[in-house]
């Protein structure tokens, strides 16, 4: 386990097994998702992008295509009369095109074609006959599931439609060997299926199947001695197996033919494969003489032939497998035994392929299998097993294998007689086995230990016995151990095993030496661990992409004659070291053998850099972490001998990096040795300065264990002192750059006892009852069985329609005619559910958990129908908070449906809350509401609040500010608190001021009140003083006046006896009526509240009061006072351990965006406090988010598809079965755009505000539709380009999207109105150029809200979105149908999208969609004489609209309504010119309503008001008619120049810098004329070209550009500029 904790390994410099090196793509840096198309392995070395292995053209003219269209496509399917099914069909098809009689696996690019022509879903499964079918028609059906599982669609959703049979497809599968051999590919094939099923334990179908291959009857392959030793040590299995013998003796006299258990699938199975897989270990690399493989002389055999890669592939895999079935506690239970039974483990490490120097991979799963089999955890039970308890049980062992050596081996009594400590060392072990003859070594370890079989093959040898021996009793190291020695920063022998951080290009079909994150942990260690390599991991990826930039363009060379190391080019992140010097190397702590802290001092020079750099380098923080680079360049002869054979070197062959180390910033230090960003308090405020010079010195903190690990291996090779030769520093972006502080949390947590709540810990871990958590499930005690809802109903009619199927009682609690809010409600039957007798708990708990299938392959877990009840809603009269208005609390607008009340409801309840909130369905305002009811019914409690996101958190943050939660009670801690739309300030010091600010407002207000009283003010000066003032003399005033009171009660005393007149003599209208005695009671008690919250607020003032320290301040604030925490996941990863160290608790956790977070980072939220004698103080955990959105951002694509590094603990819950709330009504697009996505939701509704509000029932003016698919052809003869690895990007699309934004601005669309989306940042940098070329500076246009990618803009939404699809080769990652719900759910009014119908419209998943999408015309139909501002069209009229065939009718249509555009603004100038004193509002009426739209929204500034402006517009908009004319090899030629000025520019082709890289890369489409704006709207588009030209004929304009009169205009720009300046 110590390669796979990331301790490096064997030949942990390569660059695999011995396969030849990939191009390294550079910084690319793809879009998650599943779907994209796989460039063929036989491809040249030249770069290809991924969607050129499969296109469009090549899936149409392909004859797999022809067979799909005569007899499984959709549309013969739909005919009256369908071809019949074919079995001969299918067997051709596997054998000629799967490969079913050669030797070589099939095609990639022939699979593909198959899944993608939905082979599985309308042939193979409808069709499929448990007695009929044929061999290869099983084989094709794996083959298929095989492929949608690598590209991570859903792969059981095909045969939902007869689940019926899967039974029986099982049943089939798993006899499929008997009587044939099977070829090594189909070999594999078959594996990955068994893999991918093992995998699937969601899916009840295929759980039963599954895990009966995995249960007792699997103990019939131990061996005699071994299978007694178990059944003695567990009783209860001992009966289960007497209850299997005596069925199956039973069944044997009743059915002659009956099989005998043992010889039953679930018996043979998997003992089958294993003897499978040690037959082709031993074929892929035959065993030599054991005595020479003891001296480590590798085999000589080639893994590099097409078969034995297969064989290799083969082994990789099922260690694989193994290691799947080890790390799920339902399979390991008995699978463990027998892998433990039969040595596997032990023959793995003992093959000659162990030793070979091309199965590094194989190496690496072997580790990691290793680490599963010896995992301290109890098979049967599930408990975890402490470290104590497993020294405690080696030491047991080994006392009793000395008692046996003891009083029956008599050689070996010496070792009887050692102690455990010695006994335990595998040289000691080897060297007293050695005594012994090899027939009694076998007898001791078959007969009288029976730790192998006596009939194993591998029992005659010597060597195989003695490893069993010293393996069984030797001791292992902890893996805590292992960890806690781990180096948290990659170095050179990681960053490039691609076996560990493959390469961005990862295509599914081999496997990694990766953990993997799926249904099920053994336990919260397992847990952490996984997440620890992984996260590492990722963050080893995202650094050494980062490293591969800056070594390309710091251009490191070698001076032949002096070998000295120089750089010519420059890095923005990177910068040459002048000086290193390690300054500090402290002894070790106690018990450790790394020094205690290693402190070094970095010098470089800034002298050379810009300012805007050289200040980013100054500001360099405390904690920020550093890389120290040592780059010794290859000569260019060593370079050559690199790329022999077409070989590519990664960069840092390539480029000469010898090592890497990481290192964190503890000062910075100017020229003169004066303190930078001091964080430490030694440099007061008033003595800082600007640094000195440009010298920077960093004082850094090394990490520890890898420099012990330097030091070690320095002293035992002799080597250089790699301290010595650093000669680059690197720094990365503050925010991907807090990896170290997320891996230190994580590694806390494994080195302390994880405590969960008992009602949550089975669910976590992915056992027990899904449903245990519930609060119908929870103990009556702990439930609220009386909520006060406060204003979440509008009325008595709204509580009614909230609890529909259950009898509701409204009673009139309050002085008024009708029921006014607020309400309580009161559940007349106890909201816990009956408990389960024993036996049926008992069941439900052993029982895997896991939710059933639906139609739409989510797990049906949502709220089941509550039985009915009686409750009694009862409205009541808050009491009067004072006389000021400021006094009355906020009221909730909103009508919550019965459904988000339910979510309510659960949240406020103790337990386990999970909402499913689809798009617009009110996912933050059920949020707060829930924060607001669970404020006021346990005030006492404290609630965290995280989101993924600041924008997120913000948004809800500023919704709970408008609610009734007092601000001084509410924290918002991170940096983006900054960006809060507020006047206060929330974070940590912010409320500290606020607080002392308000003390003083208040001590003001005691001092008015004292002297209104007679008191000296002096009682005003402390908070302590004021407390005294508040008992001696307004409290007993109180008592006085309401004893008086209670005595009169007539209408005049209140007025006449309450004390506090004189202070509340400025409240708004009049105090006191006098004319009813119980109302002018009520407004003095509400006087009375007022200066009670006053007084209450000073006490809590007290506290800031009494703390000097603004740390102590904070810390008190933060811990005690705040009632509401909010911040990111990120910062609670980050600062986990310093909320420790204060004591923060809390008892709630609201967590928004949860399908959005990382497992992990979702797990430490839960644990930021320590526990209460061993139990956990959180009682509420509340997740609200949408499994059908995007998950966490992951970027590299491995460990997506392999570890699922990218799954949410929202989505496993889902998965596994947990009851969820699914908010069923959106209020965010119009119905029709709505039923785009709603169909991957359960009965999702719609609002009725969509259909009732005139902005949904309106047209959008222009646009005869309010959704549309424009299909886009090729431009100039290409579709999709690639000019940077990864790096898509689509000219058509960017021109056709820009135009229309134009075409839209021009009718008077709001710019902020409008978003441009795309599925590639390589699409969004493309988009963003056109628009700074052509709209960013005119005034017509501007610029839109937002050009982002898909995943970007999740969780934001505008009224119309621009989408460009820009893939044309194949479908892309848009085929993640989460992806695609997000892209489809931003709009609310109008959705446009650009992409290529065909490819679209036959993609399976896709259908639901591109059906409703593609039933309209894929032309733009527009109505060009509306205008926004005077539009009245009904949705539902589609009148007659222009029909636009393509862009460039388009790009003319546009071009003639800017040049009208231009000429209003002309006149509107010259107009100007004769009047300069014209108002600017006149102006802009004179110009048309929607000129002056269009104007104000696309700038910032008002509407021209001189005429050297207008000029400037008139200028600007000439631009668009140039553009309109111009031609597009200019285009072509500004895409390849920025394509090479990128490739030897090195230029990042990360979203980053994204523009930069296409820089220039912009064009405009030909159009010789268009339309004019003014055409009949009904005519045709040549109608209405005819009538533009016969227009500007009678004008005198002509169709081509007046390039003298734009000159003209440009120069005069010129000189009014140059005037400005001058003046």
């Known amino acids: 386990m110590a390669r796979f904790a990331g301790a490096g390994g064997r030949g942990s410099r390569g660059s695999g097994r011995g396969r030849g090196r990939r191009p390294h793509p550079g910084r690319g840096k793809p879009q998650a998702g599943p779907g994209s198309a796989i460039v063929d392995q036989e491809q040249s070395a030249s770069y290809r992008p991924m969607g050129a292995a499969l296109t469009i053209q090549e899936i149409a003219a392909d004859k797999l295509t022809k067979i799909a269209d005569e007899n499984w496509s959709t549309a013969v399917r739909s005919k009256a009369k369908a071809p019949a099914f074919k079995p001969s069909i299918v067997d051709q098809i596997y054998t000629t095109e799967l490969n079913g009689d050669q030797d070589t696996a099939p095609k990639l690019k022939r699979v593909m074609l198959l899944e993608i022509s939905q082979y599985l879903e309308n042939y193979l499964w409808p069709n499929f006959d448990e007695e009929t079918a044929t061999y290869e028609h099983v084989m094709s059906i794996i083959l298929m599931v095989n492929e949608k599982f690598r590209e991570n669609v859903p792969a059981w959703d095909g045969f939902?439609?007869?689940?019926?049979?899967?039974?029986?497809?099982?049943?089939?599968?798993?006899?499929?060997?008997?009587?044939?051999?099977?070829?090594?590919?189909?070999?594999?094939?078959?594996?990955?299926?068994?893999?991918?099923?093992?995998?699937?334990?969601?899916?009840?179908?295929?759980?039963?199947?599954?895990?009966?291959?995995?249960?007792?009857?699997?103990?019939?392959?131990?061996?005699?001695?071994?299978?007694?030793?178990?059944?003695?040590?567990?009783?209860?299995?001992?009966?289960?197996?007497?209850?299997?013998?005596?069925?199956?003796?039973?069944?044997?006299?009743?059915?002659p033919a009956h099989v005998p258990a043992a010889k039953q699938p679930e018996a043979v199975f998997l003992p089958d494969m294993l003897e499978e897989f040690l037959q082709v270990l031993d074929d892929v690399a035959p065993a030599t003489d054991p005595e020479a493989m003891q001296e480590d002389t590798p085999p000589a055999s080639d893994l590099t032939t097409a078969q034995n890669k297969q064989k290799l592939l083969y082994c990789e895999r099922f260690v694989e497998f193994l290691t799947d079935l080890l790390s799920q506690l339902p399979t390991r239970r008995f699978i463990r035994t027998l892998l433990e039974d039969r040595a596997i483990l032990i023959k793995c490490r003992m093959?000659?392929?162990?030793?070979?120097?091309?199965?590094?991979?194989?190496?690496?799963?072997?580790?990691?299998?290793?680490?599963?089999?010896?995992?301290?955890?109890?098979?049967?039970t599930g408990d975890p097993v402490s470290d104590e308890d497993v020294t405690a049980a080696h030491y047991e062992k080994v006392q009793q294998v000395q008692r046996l050596f003891f009083k029956h081996v008599h050689k070996l009594r010496d070792l009887a007689l050692a102690n455990c400590g010695s006994v335990e060392k595998r040289d000691t072990l080897r060297k007293y086995l050695n005594l012994l003859e090899p027939q009694e070594l076998k007898?001791?370890?078959?007969?009288?230990?029976?730790?192998?079989?006596?009939?194993?093959?591998?029992?005659?040898?010597i060597d195989f016995l003695m490893e069993v021996m010293v393996s069984t009793y030797e001791r292992r190291r902890f893996q805590t151990e292992v960890i806690n020695e781990l180096p948290l920063y990659p170095t050179e022998s990681i960053l490039w095993d691609e076996n560990q951080v493959p390469d961005v290009h990862y295509t599914g079909q081999t496997c990694l030496a990766l953990p993997k994150l799926n249904l099920q942990f053994l336990t919260f260690h397992d847990y952490l661990l996984r997440n620890f390599n992984l996260f590492r991991l990722e963050a080893t990826y995202e650094i050494r992409e980062d490293i591969s930039d800056v070594i390309g363009r710091v251009g490191a060379y070698r001076d032949e004659d002096t070998d000295k190391v120089g750089f010519r080019g420059w890095a923005r992140m990177a910068v040459p070291i002048q000086e290193f010097t390690i300054i500090e190397v402290r002894k070790p702590n106690v018990g450790e053998n790394k020094p205690a802290d290693v402190t070094a001092d970095i010098a470089i020079d800034t002298s050379s850099m810009r300012g805007d750099i050289r200040s980013e380098w100054d500001e360099t923080k405390q904690h920020d972490v550093l890389f120290l680079l040592t780059i010794c360049p290859p000569y260019q002869a060593e370079l050559a001998l690199m790329q022999q054979d077409g070989a590519e070197p990664h960069p840092a062959e390539k480029f000469g990096l010898a090592y890497v180390r990481g290192c964190e910033v503890m000062e910075v230090k100017d020229e003169e040795g004066g303190l930078m960003n001091d964080f430490t308090g030694r440099v007061r405020r008033e003595d800082w300065h600007a640094p000195n010079g440009f010298r920077r010195?960093?004082?850094?903190?090394?990490?520890?264990?890898?420099?012990?690990?330097?030091?070690?291996?320095?002293?035992?090779?002799?080597?250089?002192?790699?301290?010595?030769?650093?000669?680059?520093?690197?720094?990365?972006?503050?925010?991907?750059?807090?990896?170290?502080?997320?891996?230190?949390?994580?590694?806390?947590?494994?080195?302390?006892?994880?405590?969960?709540?008992?009602?949550?810990?089975?669910?976590?871990?992915?056992?027990?009852?899904?449903?245990?958590?519930?609060?119908?499930?929870?103990?009556?005690?702990?439930?609220?069985?009386?909520?006060?809802?406060?204003?979440?109903?509008?009325?008595?009619?709204?509580?009614?329609?909230?609890?529909?199927?259950?009898?509701?009682?409204?009673q009139n609690g309050t002085e008024l005619a009708e029921p006014q809010r607020p309400f309580k409600v009161t559940f007349a039957q106890p909201l816990a559910e009956a408990q389960p007798d024993s036996k049926s708990a008992k069941k439900r708990k052993k029982k895997s958990a896991g939710g059933e299938e639906t139609e739409n392959g989510t797990a049906a877990a949502a709220e089941p129908v509550q039985p009915s009840q009686t409750l009694t809603a009862e409205s009541y009269t808050p009491p009067d908070p004072g006389p000021y208005p400021q006094d009355k609390p906020p009221e909730n607008p909103v009508r919550f449906t019965p459904v988000q009340v339910e979510a309510i409801k659960s949240g406020v309840q103790p337990g386990l809350t999970m909402v499913v909130g689809p798009p617009g369905t009110g996912k933050t305002d059920t949020a707060v509401q829930i924060m607001h009811v669970l404020y006021h019914n346990c005030p006492g409690q404290r609630t965290l609040l995280i989101t993924h996101s600041n924008q997120a958190l913000n948004d809800l943050f500023e919704k709970i500010l408008e609610r009734d939660v007092p601000a001084r009670y509410l924290l918002r801690l991170g940096m983006g608190e900054q960006e809060l739309a507020t006047d206060m300030d929330f974070s940590r010091v912010g409320r500290v001021n606020a607080m002392l600010a308000r003390r003083l407002e208040l001590l003001a207000e005691v001092e008015k009140l004292a002297r209104q009283f007679g008191v000296a003010e002096d009682v005003a000066y402390t908070c302590e003083t004021a407390a005294h003032f508040w008992l001696l003399h307004v409290l007993s005033r109180w008592e006085k006046f309401l004893a008086q009171a209670q005595k009169k009660k007539t209408p005049e005393c209140i007025k006449d006896l309450f004390p506090f007149k004189a202070y509340f003599a400025d409240a708004p209208g009049t105090l006191f009526a006098g004319g009813e005695y119980e109302g002018d009671l009520e407004k003095a008690r509400g006087c009375w509240r007022h200066l009670r919250t006053m007084f209450q607020e000073l006490e809590e003032c007290r506290a800031f009061e009494l703390l000097k320290?603004?740390?102590?301040?904070?810390?008190?604030?933060?811990?005690?006072?705040?009632?509401?925490?909010?911040?990111?996941?990120?910062?609670?990863?980050?600062?986990?351990?310093?909320?420790?160290?204060?004591?923060?608790?809390?008892?709630?956790?609201?967590?928004?965006?949860?399908?959005?977070?990382?497992?992990?980072?979702?797990?430490?939220?839960?644990?930021?406090?320590?526990?209460?004698?061993?139990?956990?103080?959180?009682?509420?955990?509340?997740?609200?988010?949408?499994?059908?959105?995007?998950?966490?951002?992951?970027?590299?694509?491995?460990?997506?598809?392999?570890?699922?590094?990218?799954?949410?603990?929202?989505?496993?819950?889902?998965?596994?079965?947990?009851?969820?709330?699914?908010?069923?009504?959106?209020?965010?697009?119009?119905?029709?755009?709505?039923?785009?996505?709603?169909?991957?939701?359960?009965?999702?509704?719609?609002?009725?505000?969509?259909?009732?509000?005139?902005?949904?029932?309106?047209?959008?003016?222009?646009?005869?539709?309010?959704?549309?698919?424009?299909?886009?052809?090729?431009?100039?003869?290409?579709?999709?380009?690639?000019?940077?690895?990864?790096?898509?990007?689509?000219?058509?699309?960017?021109?056709?999207?820009?135009?229309?934004?134009?075409?839209?601005?021009?009718?008077?669309?709001?710019?902020?109105?409008?978003?441009?989306?795309?599925?590639?940042?390589?699409?969004?940098?493309?988009?963003?150029?056109?628009?700074?070329?052509?709209?960013?500076?005119?005034?017509?246009?501007?610029?839109?809200?937002?050009?982002a990618t898909v995943d970007k803009y999740q969780g934001q939404q505008n009224d119309y979105i621009l989408l460009s699809l820009v893939r044309t080769r194949a479908v892309g990652h848009i085929r993640d149908v989460r992806r695609l719900v997000v892209a489809l759910s931003r709009a609310r009014l109008g959705l446009y999208i650009f992409g290529r119908a065909e490819l679209f419209a036959n993609c399976y998943e896709l259908r639901p969609a591109m059906k409703q999408l593609l039933a309209r015309p894929q032309q733009l139909h527009l109505h060009p004489s509306e205008r926004v501002a005077s539009c009245q069209r009904n949705l539902k009229t589609l009148g007659k609209p222009t029909i636009i065939p393509g862009l460039p009718e388009l790009a003319g249509l546009v071009g003639q309504m800017a040049a009208q555009w231009e000429a209003r603004a002309q006149q509107q100038a010259t107009h100007m010119d004769t009047d300069a004193e014209t108002p600017d509002d006149e102006s802009d009426a004179a110009a048309g309503p929607e000129t002056a739209s269009a104007t104000d929204a696309a700038t910032t500034s008002e509407a021209p008001a001189t005429t050297a402006e207008h000029q400037d517009a008139t200028a600007a908009a000439a631009g668009t008619s140039r553009a309109a004319g111009s031609t597009a090899s200019a285009v072509t030629q500004d895409r390849t120049d920025a394509q090479e000025e990128a490739k030897t520019s090195g230029a990042d082709q990360g979203a980053a810098q994204s523009s930069e890289a296409v820089a220039g890369i912009s064009g405009v489409i030909e159009a010789d004329e268009g339309p004019a704006v003014d055409a009949n709207a009904d005519a045709s588009l040549s109608d209405v070209v005819a009538d533009a030209k016969a227009s500007d004929a009678n004008a005198g304009v002509s169709n081509e550009p007046d390039i003298t009169h734009m000159d003209a205009v440009e120069n005069r720009r010129q000189k009014k500029k140059k005037k400005t300046a001058t003046s």
């Open 697 to 810: 010195t960093f004082t850094v903190a090394m990490d520890t264990a890898q420099y012990q690990m330097d030091i070690n291996h320095m002293q035992a090779a002799k080597g250089e002192d790699l301290y010595g030769t650093f000669n680059l520093v690197m720094r990365r972006k503050p925010k991907e750059n807090n990896f170290k502080a997320v891996l230190e949390s994580i590694r806390d947590l494994m080195n302390e006892d994880t405590v969960m709540p008992d009602w949550l810990h089975d669910i976590f871990l992915g056992y027990g009852d899904p449903a245990q958590a519930k609060y119908t499930n929870m103990p009556a005690d702990q439930l609220l069985q009386t909520i006060d809802f406060k204003d979440t109903f509008l009325d008595a009619a709204h509580v009614k329609e909230s609890f529909p199927g259950n009898e509701v009682t409204v």
């Open 443 to 461: 007898f001791l370890v078959t007969q009288q230990l029976r730790l192998v079989s006596e009939e194993d093959p591998w029992a005659d040898r």
């Open 351 to 380: 093959s000659a392929l162990f030793q070979h120097s091309q199965a590094r991979l194989f190496v690496q799963l072997v580790d990691l299998f290793q680490f599963y089999m010896m995992f301290p955890i109890d098979d049967h």
């Open 1109 to 1347: 320290g603004q740390a102590d301040r904070v810390n008190y604030l933060m811990t005690k006072q705040a009632k509401i925490v909010a911040m990111t996941c990120t910062h609670a990863a980050l600062k986990r351990r310093e909320f420790l160290q204060l004591g923060l608790k809390y008892d709630n956790l609201l967590m928004e965006e949860s399908a959005q977070i990382l497992e992990i980072e979702t797990f430490i939220p839960m644990l930021l406090q320590r526990q209460e004698d061993g139990y956990s103080r959180l009682k509420r955990v509340i997740l609200i988010g949408d499994h059908h959105q995007l998950p966490p951002v992951v970027k590299n694509m491995a460990f997506q598809k392999y570890s699922h590094l990218d799954q949410s603990l929202f989505t496993r819950f889902i998965r596994l079965g947990t009851p969820y709330i699914q908010l069923n009504a959106q209020g965010r697009a119009r119905p029709s755009i709505s039923k785009l996505y709603n169909w991957r939701y359960q009965a999702l509704g719609d609002l009725p505000s969509v259909s009732h509000q005139e902005r949904f029932r309106k047209a959008n003016a222009g646009l005869a539709y309010d959704y549309q698919f424009t299909d886009t052809p090729d431009f100039e003869g290409r579709g999709e380009t690639v000019p940077l690895p990864y790096f898509f990007q689509n000219l058509a699309e960017a021109e056709y999207v820009v135009t229309l934004y134009q075409y839209m601005r021009l009718l008077g669309y709001p710019a902020e109105k409008i978003s441009m989306l795309t599925t590639y940042n390589g699409q969004k940098a493309l988009l963003k150029d056109v628009v700074e070329r052509r709209c960013a500076h005119h005034p017509a246009f501007g610029v839109p809200h937002k050009i």
């Open 160 to 255: 939902s439609q007869r689940e019926d049979a899967l039974p029986g497809f099982f049943n089939r599968v798993t006899t499929l060997k008997t009587g044939r051999q099977l070829r090594q590919h189909e070999k594999v094939s078959y594996l990955m299926f068994a893999i991918n099923a093992f995998q699937s334990l969601e899916n009840s179908a295929v759980r039963a199947r599954v895990l009966k291959l995995a249960s007792l009857p699997l103990w019939h392959a131990l061996s005699e001695g071994r299978l007694q030793l178990e059944l003695h040590a567990h009783e209860q299995l001992d009966k289960a197996w007497r209850r299997l013998a005596k069925r199956d003796a039973k069944a044997a006299q009743a059915d």
